[in-house]
């Protein structure tokens, strides 16, 4: 069974669309490949955006592995600037108090756990460990429903996962949540 390394984006700028990561945040993705590193991943992939995608080249390029894209591991929503930023936050709650709430420019709560949850069953008997470099939304939308909402961290839910924090499961088996050791 494999273990994965659930990797949060590192800190993005703040715009619309598909936004690359800040300065701090190529250096958090740096800190976080180090701590990958003791874990020997044979393997990284990543969601199509670009704040994923940049994490995970750099953690890929430090431990000398490719990436591999897998459009599972996108957010529940990434408000691309059509739209008053106003209403996508309000859209935004109201799928994360609502889990079957399907917003206009994106997936449910539960439409994105099963998504994520996909991905991860198509790698589960792969040998040894897996660097997923995705979002917090949907890794939240995936804790939710493999742990329930009682044995998430106070203010997971309301604040979201911290830049480059890492969530590791062993299979579908919850083991460490959004833990940002590493970058102290």
Same mark, same amino acid.
């Given at each position: 069974m494999a273990i994965f390394y659930v990797v949060q984006h590192g800190e993005k700028e703040q715009h619309a669309g598909d936004p690359p990561l800040t300065a701090a945040g190529r250096a958090q993705a740096r800190r976080t490949a180090g701590r990958l590193r003791s874990f020997e991943p044979n393997a990284v992939f990543s969601s199509p955006l670009r704040r994923a995608r940049e994490t995970a080249g750099i953690i890929a390029s430090a431990l000398g592995l490719t990436v591999g894209? !897998? =459009? @599972?591991?996108?957010? @529940?929503?990434?408000? !691309?600037? @059509? @739209?008053?930023?106003e209403d996508f936050l309000a859209?935004?709650? *109201? =799928? =994360?108090r609502h889990r079957d709430f399907v917003p206009p420019d994106g997936d449910s709560s539960h439409q994105a756990a099963r998504r994520f949850q996909a991905f991860l069953d198509d790698h589960a008997q792969e040998p040894g460990s897996i660097v997923v470099c995705t979002h917090?939304? %949907?890794?939240? !939308?995936?804790?939710r429903t493999l742990a329930g909402e009682a044995s998430l961290p106070d203010g997971l839910l309301e604040y979201g996962v911290p830049p480059c924090a890492? *969530? *590791?499961? !062993?299979?579908?088996? %919850?083991v460490d949540i959004a833990s940002v050791r590493h970058l102290r």
């Open positions: 894209e !897998d =459009a @599972r591991l996108s957010e @529940r929503m990434n408000w !691309d600037g @059509r @739209r008053p930023l859209d935004w709650h *109201t =799928a =994360a917090g939304g %949907v890794t939240v !939308d995936l804790l890492i *969530t *590791t499961l !062993d299979g579908l088996r %919850v």
